[in-house]
């Protein structure tokens, strides 16, 4: 389990060197997109944030404030589509940044496997690299791109990313329990339901979306 830090001034030398270590997670950016979630909530969660004062000007001043609810939104869309790409293997690896799964992020499903494998196909034959600029240049080509959708409310949109999450999250927990049993578990399962209260915080939405 994470544990929360006691208000105090400066870090310890151990603090400062983990606060380093989720900072490169953060900068590897956005590496796997979960890595970059969970690395922001244990930064909250344990207060390694402190010497910047609140947790808000932490990521107000160390990250541009890049880091909100609007980003979060993004980083948890882009997950959905690595997750849609990496569930039946297309024959090509899943997009690894967030550009990328951003730029494939308006398509559905099934487009979005159309348009991933075509841009890998081209590169695997000399082609360009499938880079978010590549992704774009291919759904007009393919006719995908489509007029805009009419854009939803912010608050309403996330609420139904972090409802699809949150199923996702139950299921792991169930999966976790069945392999380990509810004792050699409890760890695990606490550790989850920290980083799940992390990221409804971050995301300023109910704590269980499924209700």
Known sequence: MITAARPSAGLTKVESAELLSHERTIEACLGPYQSVIVALATIKIKGLYREFGSFKDYLKKRWKGRFHAVHLNRLIKAVSVRENLSAKPIGFAPPEHESQARELGSLTPEQQKTVWR?????????????????????????DLAGPAPAEEPKQTHLAAQMKALAQRVQKLRERTTKMF??????????????????????????????A
């Open 118 to 142: 075509q841009a890998n196909h081209e590169a695997a034959n000399g082609g360009p690299r499938p880079t978010a600029a590549r992704l774009k240049e291919l759904k007009e080509l393919l």
């Open 181 to 210: 049993g509810a004792g050699r578990a409890s760890r695990a399962l606490a550790l989850l339901d920290d980083f799940w209260d992390e990221v409804t915080r971050l995301a300023e939405v109910p704590k269980n979306p499924l």
